[in-house]
Nanobody, 119 residues
Framework: QVQLVESGGGLVQPGGSLRLSCATSGRVFSINAVGWYRQAPGKERELVAAINSGGSTNYAASVKGRFTISRDNAKNTVYLQMNSLKPEDTAVYYC?????????????WGQGTQVTVSS
C-alpha cells in the first residue's frame, strides 16, 4: 500500500550536516504522519522527529534545535535536515509512515539508511 525509501545517509565529521530523504509511493494520501526514527546498536529504536498531515512537527529533546523535518508534497518526500551532528547521532535512521483509514492505523517502514558521525 505504501512504500518508503530512505537516502542521504553517510559518514560525516562531528559538527557536520546531512540531509535525509524519505520518498513515499503507493497510497500516499492515506498517510497521516511521517516520522524519522533511529536505532543504534544495543539500543531501542527511538523517535527523532515527526510531521503530520497538517504540518505540525515535534522533535526529540536530544535533536531539537539541530534537526528540522519538512516535506515536499509535490514530490511525496519528507526530509530530515541534520546539523551540528554529534557522535551520539550515529545510528540507522528509518522512515515511518502512519496510515489511517477511519480509526484503523498501520505503520510502514523503510529499509533504513546508516548515519555515522566520527572523526
Amino acid at each position: 500500500q505504501v512504500q518508503l525509501v530512505e537516502s542521504g545517509g553517510g559518514l560525516v565529521q562531528p559538527g557536520g550536516s546531512l540531509r535525509l530523504s524519505c520518498a513515499t509511493s503507493g497510497r500516499v494520501f492515506s498517510i497521516n504522519a511521517v516520522g524519522w526514527y533511529r536505532q543504534a546498536p544495543g539500543k531501542e529504536r527511538e523517535l527523532v522527529a515527526a510531521i503530520n498531515s497538517g504540518g505540525s512537527t515535534n522533535y526529540a529533546a536530544s535533536v531539537k534545535g539541530r534537526f528540522t523535518i519538512s516535506r515536499d508534497n509535490a514530490k511525496n518526500t519528507v526530509y530530515l535536515q541534520m546539523n551540528s551532528l554529534k557522535p551520539e547521532d550515529t545510528a540507522v535512521y528509518y522512515c515511518n509512515a502512519e496510515t489511517r483509514i477511519l480509526t484503523t492505523t498501520y505503520d510502514y517502514w523503510g529499509q533504513g539508511t546508516q548515519v555515522t558521525v566520527s572523526s
